[in-house]
Each structure stands twice: as C-alpha cells, then as structure tokens.
C-alpha cells in the first residue's frame, strides 16, 4: 500500500523494516486512515494466519486499529510530551471490547512492539505515566508482552490457554523469546515439557523442569 500520512508510514515502516519515523506534531488520525490501516492487517494477518492454519480465526479489525493507534501514539509521545498528559487517556484508550482468541492476536500485530517502546519511555523519564498505561495494555494482551516483565499472577492459565491454536502459538513464542519466568509457571512449563518430549535438550536445555504434588503436572 501506499503509505499516505504519518499513522500509516509508522505503521507500514515499523512492521516492514523495524524503524519508527517521530514526526514533530501530533496528528489526528482520520476515519479513511483507520479503514485503511483496517484492511491492512486484515492482508497482514491472513499471511500470519498461514503459519497457524485455523479457519476458526479471523482478523478483528477493531482490535487491530485500536493496537495501532495505542502503537502509533506510544511512539510519537516519546519525544512530543509538551502538553500531552492531560490527553493520554484520549491518546492510548481501552479497548470497548472484552478480548477473545481473534482480538488478541489481530492487536498483537501491533502490540507486540510496545516491549521495546516501553524501555525507551522509562529511560526518557521513569516516572512516566505512560509507562503504566502500557503495561496495562499489555498485562491484558499478556500474549503480546510475551519476555517482558509483567504481572500476571491473576491470570488463569488453564484458562486461557484452552484454545489449541492459541496455546500453541503462546508456547512457541514463550520458546522464542526464552522467557523463563512464563516458562517456569507450573501449568506452562507442563504443557512445554510435553511438546518438546525426548527432544527438550534441543529445544531448550536450560530450560527447569518444574516438580509439583499436583498430580496434574509434569513430574520428573
């Protein structure tokens, strides 16, 4: 696609080459802009969808806007902070919709670069509001938080990882990122132990194997 206004280099630019572009004003961001941005990670996620194979789900426009914009703003807002405060929560607004298997992983195509974002807010200014914002965000769409420190100990894992498809993509980005403290929770390290089998060494040797008087989990 052509890329046409600054929410839209942003997110084109960042997803093809990594970069983010910080314009010096902020920009609304338009109704044309959004259904563009819309029928683009709906392209996106049909592609990423091939990797996982399930016809059961779907791109949910309205989540993978919303991402953008908390992505597109979160990333203007590390340098243009004159007069902004007051506006964060117009800027980074909650998603209206409760989150199902499709939102999480149609946001993810943008949230999953807040964990390199957020470092920067800090280092910027440490007391940073936006900072919790952000990792509010992401303590919601943990699945996009995946090596970042968050706190998830409210989360009901068997919960939610009940979906197969989901789990699977949960666990293997749990590999990627080597995050051991996602790895290290009973049920999940579980649920890896099995996958990997005879072949945990080569997956990840370093990798603890949990011991639990839960009969439900792994013993060694």
């Given at each position: 696609?052509?890329?046409?206004?600054?929410?839209?280099?942003?997110?084109?630019?960042?997803?093809k080459?990594?970069?983010?572009t910080?314009?010096?004003?902020?920009?609304?961001?338009?109704?044309?802009?959004?259904?563009?941005?819309?029928?683009y990670?709906?392209?996106?996620f049909?592609?990423?969808?091939?990797?996982?194979?399930s016809?059961?789900i779907h791109?949910?426009?309205?989540?993978?806007v919303?991402?953008?914009?908390?992505?597109?703003?979160?990333?203007?807002?590390?340098?243009?902070?004159?007069?902004?405060?007051?506006d964060?929560?117009?800027?980074?607004?909650k998603?209206?919709?409760?989150?199902d298997?499709?939102?999480?992983?149609?946001a993810?195509?943008?949230?999953?670069?807040l964990?390199?974002?957020?470092?920067?807010l800090?280092?910027?200014?440490?007391?940073?509001?936006l900072?919790?914002?952000?990792?509010?965000?992401?303590?919601?769409?943990?699945?996009?938080?995946i090596?970042?420190?968050?706190?998830?100990?409210?989360?009901?894992w068997e919960?939610?990882?009940?979906d197969?498809?989901y789990?699977k993509?949960?666990l293997?980005?749990i590999?990627?990122?080597?995050?051991?403290?996602?790895?290290?929770?009973?049920?999940i390290n579980q649920?890896?132990?099995?996958?990997f089998?005879?072949?945990?060494?080569?997956?990840?040797?370093?990798?603890?194997i949990?011991i639990?008087?839960d009969?439900?989990?792994?013993k060694?």
């Amino acid at each position: 696609m052509e890329t046409r206004s600054p929410f839209l280099d942003t997110l084109f630019l960042l997803r093809k080459s990594g970069t983010v572009t910080v314009f010096s004003n902020l920009h609304e961001i338009s109704k044309k802009e959004e259904q563009e941005a819309g029928d683009y990670f709906e392209t996106e996620f049909e592609k990423e969808r091939l990797e996982f194979l399930s016809g059961d789900i779907h791109c949910n426009k309205e989540a993978a806007v919303w991402a953008a914009k908390v992505l597109y703003f979160s990333t203007q807002l590390y340098l243009i902070r004159k007069n902004t405060a007051k506006d964060l929560d117009k800027l980074i607004p909650k998603l209206k919709t409760t989150p199902d298997i499709s939102s999480i992983l149609s946001a993810d195509l943008s949230l999953r670069f807040l964990p390199q974002i957020i470092p920067l807010l800090q280092t910027a200014d440490p007391e940073d509001p936006l900072v919790k914002i952000l990792e509010e965000i992401l303590s919601q769409f943990h699945y996009s938080g995946i090596g970042y420190q968050l706190d998830l100990e409210k989360v009901n894992w068997e919960k939610d990882l009940k979906d197969r498809t989901y789990r699977k993509l949960y666990l293997e980005r749990i590999v990627e990122k080597k995050a051991y403290e996602l790895a290290e929770i009973p049920y999940i390290n579980q649920l890896l132990i099995a996958e990997f089998g005879l072949h945990k060494n080569a997956f990840w040797k370093e990798l603890k194997i949990i011991i639990t008087n839960d009969s439900k989990y792994y013993k060694t």
